[in-house]
T-cell receptor, first 115, second 112 residues
Framework: DVKVTQSSRYLVKRTGEKVFLECVQD?????MFWYRQDPGLGLRLIYF???????EKGDIPEGYSVSREKKERFSLILESASTNQTSMYLC??????????????FGPGTRLTVT | QQQVKQSPQSLIVQKGGISIINCAYE??????FPWYQQFPGKGPALLIA?????SEKKEGRFTISFNKSAKQFSLHIMDSQPGDSATYFC???????????FGAGTRLFVKA
């Protein structure tokens, strides 16, 4: 079974703090993703990576950056946390682009509160 | 063109009833249409998926109906159970692409 783990389930940070969210997958997947989930808005893609050190902006990258130094690990960084970044953050992984690329495997999520 | 529109936003169904969630898309390049199920405190997990070369796919009590000409697809949950209470997301992607486009989600509550 694919396992995607996220470093924290709950996190409370202050406005202006730098925040690191870590994600690790154990199935040698090429693609990794960061989403935020807000009620009524579904899952919105922040960034994704299709290879080590490669990253692409998603639909809402402003205020975020990412790092992928190893294939199994994908980090989301909030450079200066703001209250409008309070949300549930979900990490996901999938096999390489191709016929199976649609299925994504999600971690349990990190609920971040910025005060 | 990249949007997937999902309805309803929430749904209450009696135990034993049929739950129906609908989605519509615009991009005809999409060739993979999964449904994800998310329980509180968990990440979404793939429930069932369909490709546009078939009009229906059934797995147990869950059925996807697909209408290529109308660019619509729907999830039917037969004999709905309280354990089916969850948020359901439809999605779409295409071969060779990296991104999956998700609908806004439907919160289903099945009354015992």
């Amino acid at each position: 079974d694919v396992k995607v783990t996220q470093s924290s389930r709950y996190l409370v940070k202050r406005t202006g703090e730098k925040v690191f969210l870590e994600c690790v997958q154990d199935m040698d997947h090429e693609n990794m993703f960061w989403y935020r989930q807000d009620p009524g808005l579904g899952l919105r893609l922040i960034y994704f990576s299709y290879d080590v050190k490669m990253k692409e902006k998603g639909d809402i990258p402003e205020g975020y950056s990412v790092s992928r130094e190893k294939k199994e690990r994908f980090s989301l960084i909030l450079e200066s946390a703001s209250t409008n970044q309070t949300s549930m953050y979900l990490c996901a992984s999938s096999l390489g682009a191709g016929i199976s690329n649609g299925q994504q495997y999600f971690g349990p999520g990190t609920r971040l509160t910025v005060t | 063109q990249q949007q997937v529109k999902q309805s309803p936003q929430s749904l209450i169904v009696q135990k034993g009833g049929i739950s129906i969630i609908n989605c519509a898309y615009e991009n005809t390049a999409f060739d993979y249409f999964p449904w994800y199920q998310q329980f509180p405190g968990k990440g979404p997990a793939l429930l069932i998926a369909i490709r546009p070369d078939v009009s229906e796919k059934k797995e147990g009590r869950f059925t996807i109906s697909f209408n290529k000409s109308a660019k619509q697809f729907s999830l039917h949950i037969m004999d709905s159970q309280p354990g089916d209470s969850a948020t359901y997301f439809c999605a779409a992607s295409y071969t060779g692409g990296f991104k999956t486009i998700f609908g806004a989600g439907t919160r289903l509550f099945v009354k015992a």
